[in-house]
């Protein structure tokens, strides 16, 4: 019995040991991670405010990319980027924001170049016409948007349209710039430098009022065919006006073309005339 006793008390005292020796393993695992940790949090807490308080990435340069109107000098002034500031620490969004305010600017991109550089990147609206709404006159851009030029000593050589926005018909719209687009790549009279205005009824259709005192009507679509038929007789025409009358020809109805006179009231503020 004594025997057993011993034994027994030799094996619990064995097993003790053990359980110790794996305790202090875990322990001494646990402490090392614990320094390790802490060591690395030491570095990177280090390492930021080296970042942050060097002047190896204060902004040396402000570079802006996209410019055809603008002055570079004028986008920078607008996006007001605080001297020397931290690159890293500069709010990307809030300059992109400041940027894109710019009327001109149509799309706006900021990025950073380490260690000293930003970018601000730009594309500029493309303005195809001159819109009258509630008297104001306003540039329209490829996207059917309305925009005031900041740079008021450029001017724009293009026709105005009226009554386009009185319903803010998006379809209209999207017409309005497709005949645009198409006024500018004719070479046939009426280009797009011929023509004063673009009247828009939404009922009737679109009404181009030329620089040689002549109204042409060409109601919806088809624009091509109209004006390809008016372009075999306005020689004809010309010939027959009065001088410096005003005749109104009428294209809508594809089988024949009505040429009449009629009158021009005043040339408008805008540039265009009324009828």
């Not at 500069?90 to 950073?112: D, L, S």
Request: glycine content about 6%; aromatic content about 6%; some cysteine.
């Amino acid at each position: 019995m004594r025997h057993r006793l011993k034994d027994t008390m030799t094996l619990r005292k064995n097993r003790i040991k053990r359980r110790w020796s794996v305790m202090m393993g875990e322990a001494a695992r646990i402490v090392t991670i614990l320094l390790v940790a802490g060591g690395f949090s030491v570095v990177m807490v280090y390492a930021y405010n080296f970042a942050m308080c060097t002047p190896h990435f204060s902004i040396k340069e402000t570079v802006v990319r996209g410019c055809q109107r603008l002055q570079a000098e004028a986008v920078i002034e607008q996006a007001a980027v605080p001297a020397d500031q931290n690159i890293l620490i500069a709010n990307i969004g809030e300059i992109r924001e400041r940027v894109a305010a710019i009327p001109e600017v149509r799309k706006a991109y900021v990025g950073r170049e380490l260690p000293n550089r930003l970018v601000v990147e730009i594309v500029e609206r493309e303005p195809v016409a001159r819109a009258c709404q509630n008297g104001e006159v306003s540039l329209m851009d490829r996207d059917g948007v309305l925009f005031t030029s900041s740079l008021p000593s450029i001017t724009f050589d293009l026709p105005v349209v009226t009554g386009l926005f009185s319903g803010k018909n998006q379809a209209l719209v999207e017409d309005t710039l497709a005949l645009c687009d198409y006024l500018a790549k004719r070479t046939a009279f009426p280009t797009m430098t011929e023509v004063a205005e673009i009247a828009v009824d939404e009922v009737y259709g679109f009404s181009l009022v030329t620089r040689r005192r002549m109204i042409i009507d060409i109601g919806w679509a088809s624009f091509e065919g109209k004006l390809a038929r008016l372009s075999r007789i306005i020689k004809d025409i010309e010939k027959r006006r009065t001088p410096g009358g005003c005749v109104r020809v009428d294209c809508t109805n594809r089988e024949k073309i009505i040429v009449s006179r009629c009158r021009l009231n005043k040339k408008s503020v805008t540039g265009g005339y009324s009828t």
